[in-house]
Protein backbone atom coordinates (compact mmCIF):
# COMPACT_ATOMS: atom_id res chain seq x y z
CA UNK A 1 0.00 0.00 0.00
CA UNK A 2 1.54 3.28 -0.91
CA UNK A 3 2.59 5.58 1.93
CA UNK A 4 1.78 9.52 1.46
CA UNK A 5 1.84 12.74 3.28
CA UNK A 6 -0.43 14.44 0.99
CA UNK A 7 -4.12 13.54 -0.59
CA UNK A 8 -5.00 15.32 -3.97
CA UNK A 9 -8.62 14.84 -5.34
CA UNK A 10 -8.68 16.16 -9.41
CA UNK A 11 -12.09 16.63 -10.35
CA UNK A 12 -12.80 15.22 -14.13
CA UNK A 13 -16.40 15.04 -13.11
CA UNK A 14 -19.40 17.20 -14.25
CA UNK A 15 -19.63 18.95 -11.17
CA UNK A 16 -18.89 20.77 -8.66
CA UNK A 17 -17.16 18.96 -5.53
CA UNK A 18 -15.68 19.15 -2.31
CA UNK A 19 -13.38 16.22 -0.56
CA UNK A 20 -12.34 15.80 2.73
CA UNK A 21 -9.75 13.03 4.13
CA UNK A 22 -11.23 10.24 6.57
CA UNK A 23 -9.11 7.96 8.63
CA UNK A 24 -10.21 5.33 11.33
CA UNK A 25 -11.42 7.81 14.08
CA UNK A 26 -11.15 11.03 12.43
CA UNK A 27 -12.07 13.41 9.65
CA UNK A 28 -10.68 16.58 8.38
CA UNK A 29 -12.65 19.58 7.41
CA UNK A 30 -13.96 19.79 3.90
CA UNK A 31 -12.03 21.23 0.89
CA UNK A 32 -13.68 24.66 -0.75
CA UNK A 33 -15.50 23.82 -3.71
CA UNK A 34 -14.01 23.70 -6.84
CA UNK A 35 -15.04 23.12 -10.48
CA UNK A 36 -14.52 20.07 -13.15
CA UNK A 37 -10.65 20.36 -14.06
CA UNK A 38 -8.88 21.85 -10.98
CA UNK A 39 -7.96 19.73 -7.82
CA UNK A 40 -7.60 20.46 -4.52
CA UNK A 41 -4.57 18.73 -1.48
CA UNK A 42 -4.29 18.51 1.85
CA UNK A 43 -1.23 18.12 3.91
CA UNK A 44 -1.86 15.06 6.49
CA UNK A 45 0.70 16.75 8.55
CA UNK A 46 -1.42 18.84 9.46
CA UNK A 47 -3.45 16.40 10.94
CA UNK A 48 -3.78 14.20 13.67
CA UNK A 49 -3.79 11.10 12.23
CA UNK A 50 -1.21 8.63 13.57
CA UNK A 51 1.63 7.11 11.53
CA UNK A 52 0.79 4.13 9.70
CA UNK A 53 -3.27 4.32 9.73
CA UNK A 54 -5.25 4.22 6.50
CA UNK A 55 -6.34 7.07 4.98
CA UNK A 56 -8.46 7.45 2.31
CA UNK A 57 -11.07 10.24 0.64
CA UNK A 58 -15.19 11.24 0.95
CA UNK A 59 -16.19 13.61 -1.99
CA UNK A 60 -19.40 15.63 -1.66
CA UNK A 61 -20.98 16.11 -5.15
CA UNK A 62 -22.69 19.34 -4.94
CA UNK A 63 -26.99 18.65 -5.72
CA UNK A 64 -25.26 15.05 -5.99
CA UNK A 65 -24.46 12.09 -3.81
CA UNK A 66 -21.52 11.84 -1.26
CA UNK A 67 -19.28 8.65 -1.62
CA UNK A 68 -16.22 7.35 0.03
CA UNK A 69 -12.76 5.94 -2.05
CA UNK A 70 -12.91 2.55 -2.23
CA UNK A 71 -8.89 2.68 -1.96
CA UNK A 72 -6.63 3.70 0.68
CA UNK A 73 -3.13 4.71 1.27
CA UNK A 74 -0.75 4.69 4.19
CA UNK A 75 -0.10 8.42 6.44
CA UNK A 76 3.95 8.06 6.69
CA UNK A 77 5.00 11.76 7.94
CA UNK A 78 7.95 11.02 6.40
CA UNK A 79 7.06 10.17 2.91
CA UNK A 80 7.21 12.79 0.15
CA UNK A 81 4.91 10.86 -2.22
CA UNK A 82 1.51 12.46 -2.71
CA UNK A 83 -1.74 10.09 -3.60
CA UNK A 84 -3.66 11.42 -6.29
CA UNK A 85 -7.38 10.72 -6.64
CA UNK A 86 -9.56 11.13 -9.26
CA UNK A 87 -13.18 11.25 -9.71
CA UNK A 88 -15.64 11.53 -12.92
CA UNK A 89 -18.81 10.49 -13.82
CA UNK A 90 -22.14 12.73 -12.93
CA UNK A 91 -23.48 13.76 -9.48
CA UNK A 92 -25.40 10.79 -8.82
CA UNK A 93 -23.12 8.12 -10.65
CA UNK A 94 -19.56 9.23 -10.52
CA UNK A 95 -16.56 6.85 -9.40
CA UNK A 96 -13.59 7.49 -7.14
CA UNK A 97 -10.34 5.98 -8.24
CA UNK A 98 -6.67 6.23 -6.85
CA UNK A 99 -4.15 6.98 -9.57
Known amino acids: ?9 L ?3 LFVQRFRVKWRGGTSGW ?9 ETFDL ?4 IPV ?6 EVK ?4 KTKSSSECVLFDP ?3 DEARYVTSGATLTYSIRLE
Open 52 to 57: GQEVWI
Open 11 to 13: NRA
Open 31 to 39: SDNYPVNHE
Open 1 to 9: MMKVNRITC
Open 45 to 48: RSFN
Open 78 to 80: TSN
Open 61 to 64: AIMG
